[in-house]
Nanobody
């Protein structure tokens, strides 16, 4: 069982930046590098939506179109941590942001952008962007 804990959310003005962190633990001896990681978000009254993902093979990245060029996902495998750097934030980025991990037994260059493909989830961190 993998536990994920997000941090770094907050209230900011439009145009500001935030960096979210997600620390993974409890992988039962498996290397953190084996897990493709993703960030999703859910705004009030809306379904959870994909934001970004980073693979377990060479760190390949994939972004939802609305955040591409503003957000950057990265991982520090030595710290079992995945980050989401968010620049030029907009009011429509307001949501609870969730970190997710996919339990994969092999290294793959595939992208995983559907919530159903992920096995473990954090509790979420609130990001609020005022205009």
């Amino acid at each position: 069982q993998v536990q994920l804990v997000e941090s770094g959310g907050g209230l900011v003005q439009a145009g500001a930046s935030l960096r979210l962190s997600c620390v993974a633990s409890g992988a039962s001896g498996r290397s953190f590098t084996r897990y493709p990681m993703g960030w999703f978000r859910q705004a009030p009254g809306k379904e959870r939506e994909f934001v970004a993902t980073i693979g377990n093979s060479g760190g390949s990245e994939y972004y939802e179109s609305a955040v591409k060029g503003r957000f950057t996902i990265s991982r520090d495998n030595a710290k079992n941590t995945v980050y989401l750097q968010m620049n030029n934030l907009k009011p429509e980025d307001t949501a609870v942001y969730y970190c997710a991990a996919k339990d994969l037994l092999y290294y793959s260059s595939a992208y995983y952008y559907r919530a159903i493909e992920y096995d473990y989830w954090g509790q979420g961190t609130q990001v609020t962007v005022s205009s």
